[in-house]
């Protein structure tokens, strides 16, 4: 089954600062890749979405790059701002399967 | 708010006894999900229900029985349940069940099994 590993587990970054975080996917078959945002008391919520069908999408403050031939994908977060702070999870769908394999999430703190 | 609601938000039970988790969605969904979100473990998929009939179940210990009497109700009951089975347990939708579908999470319920 599909195997999702998300880098750093922990990220802290100034405010108005980039921050980044890294997954990597193993099946080559795979072809939605969601990331989600969970603040305290939450549930996650989603907040962008790449098909592998194109390389890079923008919202905003918020990116999300892929890289098929690697396989892996990154969120990128601009001008960090103190309500970024939250825990990220990415996640794959693999071959075969309609179920999401999350990461195991990066708790983000922007410091003011 | 997503759309999404959990009843209760906190739980504490004994291992003996009986309770049930619901779920709700106001969005007009076919499909709904039952996760298991443990501390520094990504989230693990219990169930899925498409059009009310269960279509996955991840290999779910028995004193987790899920219904699902309408495609906007969900129901996790629980029995007999063990100290590590203390998680958050969260309710998701999507409008149906794909490889491409975005799910919609409820903030979940904090169960605690003394």
Redesign the interface.
Known sequence: GEN?EQHPSTLSVQEGDSAVIKCTYSDSAS??F?W?KQEL??????II?I?SNVGEKKDQRIAVTLNKTAKHFSLHITETQPEDSAVY?CAA?GAG?????????TKLSVIP | E?G?TQTPRHLVMGMTNKKSLKCEQHLGHNAMYWYKQSA????E?MF?YNFKEQT?N?SVPSRFSPECPNSSHLFLHLHTLQPEDSALY?C?SSQD????????????TRLLVL
């Open positions: 999702v072809n939605y969601p989600y008391g939450k549930g996650p919520q989603l979405d098909r999870f769908t399967s309609y179920q999401l394999t999350f990461g195991k999430g | 997503t999404v520094k473990k990504p989230l998929l899925v996955e991840n969260l998701a069940y794909g490889r491409q579908e975005t799910q919609y999470f409820g903030p979940g």
